[in-house]
């Protein structure tokens, strides 16, 4: 008995270690999987929807075993508690809303209609033990309107839908948004924090842009730094690439033939987690020179805020961190003393002879430097100050790196 005990703790260990090889919020939006398409995209995704309160037959044989879930939604209509709590498979946890109920070509719901259906979801997340998404919103072009308010917005429109749904139970937000800008990505996430709820992202890719301009190098800078940003993101709950398969915006799809990813699909499972993307400690730290003995490279690395690197009063002059093995980095926070870099990189390297540079500052004004969203990878990481703000050297009390293998 006691070696089954053990058996079995063994088992959980394992489980629990595979649990963690991918992150829980990245999914998709897609509806014709295969089940070879499941399980090309499962080493990466652990959920996806496909506008439909049932999953599609190709991935329906697959998708629990490949430990990807199923996230039923009601996509507008005007739904049966009946048949929807019937459709929903069983381990269903959750339940998406109207999609885009302020685009005309979508839902077409007003606010108040959302409102006054809202108590069937209701009735079927009771009966179903889901939680429910509210209305999945983005801007719109031909929107509904009502009491003299074209619902363009998509706050004003969830504004309204609250205002008319007092009582409703809703218990995230979904969002959508096809901007190409990682800094607009973070001001619309913005915009939905007011409602204390976390949030789901259930579509995004590059796609408010000419067309012709969208290439996959684009789709994929895009891509990384939208990751990145969204894995660091405690307000966000779930997101979604838009899509598998699809013609409506150049270089989206993940998917090319049955079971096969795009370039882009195999970027998209392979990027780095939340999990994978704790603070990374440098085996060593060198510079191209000292101050003195008590501001020596690797006192920028010891978590100690009363120590500090700093430099010779020259440029440039630079601050590199060894990591022992090829690393991902999605953040770097650099604490400056009083002397700081006016003009510098970050920068990384495989080799200690090409540097690629993943952030830049100009004129930069001290203090605490934080790049977020960043997509390099490399063995070595180096700070290269070209100009120096004082006449003193450049001085850093720490610097954090984060990333994942």
């Known amino acids: ?30 509806g014709y999987h295969s089940a070879q398409d499941m399980l090309a995209l499962s080493t990466g995704m652990s959920w996806w929807y496909n506008w439909s309160p049932t999953p ?78 509210s209305p999945a919103v983005n801007y719109c072009g031909d929107c509904v309107s009502e009491g003299g308010v074209s619902y363009s917005d998509p706050v004003t429109y969830l504004d309204a839908f609250f205002a008319a749904c007092t009582n409703c139970k809703v218990d995230y937000i979904a969002v959508h948004w096809y901007a190409c800008d990682l800094g607009a990505l973070q001001w619309y996430i913005g915009r939905f924090k007011k409602y204390n709820k976390p949030i789901w992202l259930t579509e995004f890719a590059c796609g408010d842009m000419p067309h012709d301009q969208i290439t996959l190098a684009i789709q994929k800078q895009y891509m990384t ?27 989206i799809n993940l998917l090319g033939n049955s079971g096969q990813l795009t370039e882009l699909g195999q970027l998209y499972v392979s990027l780095p987690f939340n999990g994978s993307g704790g603070r990374l400690t440098p085996v060593t730290a060198l510079s191209s020179s000292s101050e003195n003995n008590g501001t020596l490279a ?27 093995s090829s690393k991902s980095f999605s953040r770097v926070k650099i604490s400056w003393e009083a002397a700081y870099g006016k003009d510098y990189q970050v920068q990384t390297s495989n080799d200690l002879s090409t540097w690629t540079p993943i952030a830049s500052v100009v004129s ?24 120096r703000a004082t006449g003193y050297g450049y001085s850093i009390y720490e610097v954090e790196v984060y990333g994942g293998p």
Do not use: C
């Open 1 to 30: 008995m006691k070696r089954l005990g053990i058996f079995f703790l063994l088992l959980t260990a394992f489980h629990t270690a595979q649990a963690q090889t991918k992150s829980p919020k990245r999914g998709l939006g897609y």
């Open 56 to 133: 599609e037959a190709g991935a329906s044989g697959v998708y629990q075993s490949a430990g990807v879930a199923f996230v039923p939604m009601v996509w507008g209509g005007t739904p049966n508690a009946d048949q929807v709590a019937a459709a929903i498979p069983a381990g269903a946890q959750y339940l998406l809303g109207f999609n885009e109920p302020n685009f005309r070509s979508q839902a077409n719901m007003t606010p108040s209609r959302a409102a006054s259906l809202w108590p069937i979801l209701e009735e079927v997340a009771r009966r179903k033990n889901l939680k429910l998404v």
């Open 225 to 251: 730094a939208a990751v990145n940003y969204l894995e660091s993101e405690p307000a966000v709950f779930r997101y979604a690439w838009f899509s598998g398969r699809n013609n409506e915006i150049p270089h």
């Open 298 to 324: 690797g006192m920028a690395v010891d978590g100690n805020m009363s120590t500090r690197w700093s430099s010779a009063f020259s440029d440039p002059q630079y601050l590199l961190l060894d990591f022992g």
């Open 364 to 387: 930069g004004d001290g203090g605490v430097d934080e790049f977020t969203g960043l997509s390099g990878s490399g063995r070595y990481l180096r700070i290269y100050g070209t100009r």
